[in-house]
């Protein structure tokens, strides 16, 4: 276990080398340490998960330094090494080694590379210092240290003001989040006295009933402490409300995407919930919002992803949806079924955004899929890539057999659950499971659409101005002349850019992700979602309901193929708009103009916030600017006595004549005023 030190650690060496030292030893050097340290750090990770997998590992601390200790609050820095850490292990260095791999082929052209390696490997350590924290405290470390590298890669072309722009409003958005989760750690410490985890866990059936005093009112204790604590994943994972940072973040080059906003970061909140579930479990309440904010987030970014053009977009929002999955199965109590999903989602998910990242690479950074079309025989192997992505993501599979894509049994475990949930009386999973069955319909249909648009029908590439001078994504999306997928004028023909494919340093990581998005599903499913197996897996690091979990097994047979059902008839229907006839899109937009900007505009929450709180705050700055530092402080302030001082200088000026006998004058006149006063004062 004490390998555990290397994983964590040699990505930070790694940063700080290429970093620091990546003028000075160049870009190969620094792309071959920080590659060379996260295959280091995954061959290392996959061992201690398959020990925990076949029971030959049990959970251990290992400690590295004594951190804080200020009165009462005593932080050991030491690293927690269970069933749950393992698998985020695997997750995060798998695909952040990959992703590092892929960056060689997709920023090649790019002529900071160092620095962009440093980040990557800068946010895989702080990502794993987060998933190995013992206490909250070495959780906030991690948390707010991959907001930062977040924020550096997102902004990582700071040439554009569209990155910058996207980098802050990552940065301001999860600070909200972050602000609850910091409360979230000051309650839990007033209450408990401790920050430690174990701790926590182990005291909080004890705190059952109990209130507290927030804001002026008695609340329950624990609910408090849980909601606060979700505030913070809400920020991290994307959840509604707190989600607008998501989309924008696409801004950041591809590999950021996969890396950052498919399968590690924006699973933070995911992997938190399922830390402290002894906590959640013990505060139904809590619960129930987890529950409903999941489900909501999933619908919410299933419909969005309908009406998006860019390829990029249409698969962070489906991010999104996915997250809300993982939540509300937490939310019902299936952490297992979360985690599971969890798991799988980082495979296809990262597939896909860097399947798309290989198709931008091909169309020289276009990524609007109305300038796609028939790019399946041009780019063979990322069209298969892509294919088995799009086979996960929408849970393709047979129902009772061994026969299924990854997402097909992760996302139906967490269905299943969440009916039987529904079945113990709780309210809450059954909207969520009607809420799962509608969702993973839209995500067929639009999944399908983005492989329709990309892969098939007529080319529309071919001369087209766009994709010519296309550098980075610095051009303008087309207008939208009748607002459907095919406004943008298409060009047929042969002539302009030819698409090719990427080189091998971004095929390999499509080909391992593959593997994942094909066999993570059946290969782990018992061990994840199994009702015996899944206890000896998870026992000690979070809660397994087992009579949850055996009742999602024995659901009625209507419940296991609905699913699978509303799958199919999403793809039909993509089918049918997009292949059969492309023209209906456009009939549909026609007939539903107000539901289509609706969704376009993303429920207007970007203009809702534009209004409610980005106004505000510039109005506020803006007379703090104007009318206090300017007209107030700098008027009798610096400014002020600036120009008085100016003033007796100029007055001071014109009383210096130059000549002898002027001073002579005034200084006989000092005199007689002088003795004036003497003369007076003495009698």
């Known amino acids: 276990m004490q390998s555990i030190i290397l994983i964590v650690f040699l990505p930070l060496v790694a940063a700080i080398i290429a970093g620091l030292g990546g003028r000075a030893i160049g870009k190969v050097p620094a792309k071959l340490v920080t590659t060379g340290a996260l295959f280091l750090a995954c061959a290392l990770s996959w061992p201690i998960f398959i020990g925990f997998l076949t029971g030959a590992n049990e959970a251990t601390v290992v400690p590295v330094l004594d951190f804080i200790n200020s009165g009462d609050l005593s932080v050991d820095w030491a690293l927690r090494v269970d069933t749950l850490t393992a698998v985020m292990l695997v997750v995060v260095t798998t695909v952040s080694s990959l992703v590092h791999l892929y960056s060689w082929g997709y920023m090649e052209e790019d002529p900071s590379q160092p620095r962009f390696f440093a980040y990557l490997s800068l946010f895989t350590f702080a990502m794993l210092m987060l998933v190995t924290a013992d206490s909250l405290v070495q959780m906030f470390f991690g948390w707010e ?111 950021v ?114 300038y796609y079309g028939a790019l399946r025989k041009k780019i063979p192997l990322t069209f298969i890539a892509m294919m088995l992505g799009t086979l996960a993501i929408t849970g393709v599979g047979i129902p009772g057999t061994y026969f299924g894509f990854a997402g097909f049994f992760s996302k139906d475990a967490i269905i299943e659950s969440a009916y039987a949930a529904a079945q113990f009386g709780n309210t809450a999973g059954g909207f969520a499971f009607f809420i799962g069955v509608l969702a993973a319909l839209l995500t067929s249909f639009y999944s399908w659409r983005l492989i329709f648009l990309t892969f098939y029908g007529k080319p529309r590439w071919a001369a087209s101005e766009h994709i010519q001078h296309a550098v980075h994504g610095e051009h303008e999306l087309p207008e939208e002349e009748t607002d459907h997928e095919h406004a943008a004028k298409p060009v047929e023909g042969t002539a302009g850019y030819h ?144 120009k008085l001082v100016d003033w007796g200088n100029g007055l001071s000026a014109r009383l210096q004549s130059g000549y002898l006998y002027s001073y002579a004058l005034v200084m006989l006149l000092g005199l007689i005023a002088a003795a004036t006063w003497a003369f007076w004062w003495a009698n």
């Open 499 to 642: 698409p090719h494919e990427s080189p091998w340093t971004m095929l390999v990581p499509l080909g391992v992700l593959s593997l994942g998005a094909v066999a993570a599903g059946f290969a782990f499913y018992y061990p994840f979602f199994g009702t015996e197996e899944g206890a000896v897996f998870w026992a000690g690091s979070l809660v397994h309901n087992a009579t949850l979990v055996d009742a999602a097994h024995h659901v009625p047979l209507w419940v296991k193929w609905s699913p699978f059902a509303v799958m199919a008839l999403g793809l039909l229907l993509a089918w049918n708009n997009y292949i059969r006839n492309p023209g209906a899109p456009a009939k549909i937009v026609a007939a539903t103009g107000g539901l289509y900007a609706f969704l376009k505009n993303k429920w207007y929450f970007d203009e809702l916030y534009h209004h409610l709180f980005v106004k505000p705050s510039l109005a506020i700055g803006r007379f703090f600017w104007k009318r206090g530092d300017e007209k107030t402080i700098d008027r009798f302030g610096p400014h002020g006595a600036a």
């Open 145 to 255: 240290g991959v907001g930062l590298a977040s924020y550096l890669l997102i902004g990582f072309w700071y040439h554009k003001p569209s990155a910058n722009a996207a980098a802050i409003k990552a940065f301001v958005v999860n600070r909200v989040g972050d602000f609850g989760f910091s409360l979230g750690i000051f309650a839990a410490f007033l209450v408990f006295g401790t920050v430690s985890i174990p701790a926590i866990l182990e005291a909080a059936p004890a705190m059952v009933g109990s209130t507290i005093g927030f804001a002026g009112y008695g609340v329950d204790t624990l609910t408090l402490i849980c909601i606060l604590l979700f505030i913070g994943a809400m920020g991290k994972s994307a959840q509604l409300g707190l989600h607008t940072w998501l989309p924008d973040a696409m801004e950041g080059p591809t590999p």
């Open 257 to 370: 995407s996969a890396l950052i906003h498919a399968a590690t970061m924006v699973t933070a909140g995911v992997f938190m919930v399922c830390r402290l579930s002894p906590l959640f479990e013990v505060a139904p309440y809590a619960m129930d919002v987890v529950t409903y904010v999941g489900a909501a987030t999933a619908i919410f970014a299933a419909t969005v992803g309908l009406v998006q053009t860019d390829i990029k977009r249409v698969i962070a929002y489906s991010t999104c949806s996915q997250l809300g999955y993982m939540f509300f199965a937490a939310g019902v109590g299936a952490y297992g079924a979360a985690m599971f999903h969890l798991f799988t989602h980082a495979f296809f998910k990262a597939l896909l955004f860097l399947g798309a990242g290989s198709v931008i690479h091909a169309m020289h950074h276009e990524q609007d899929m109305r």
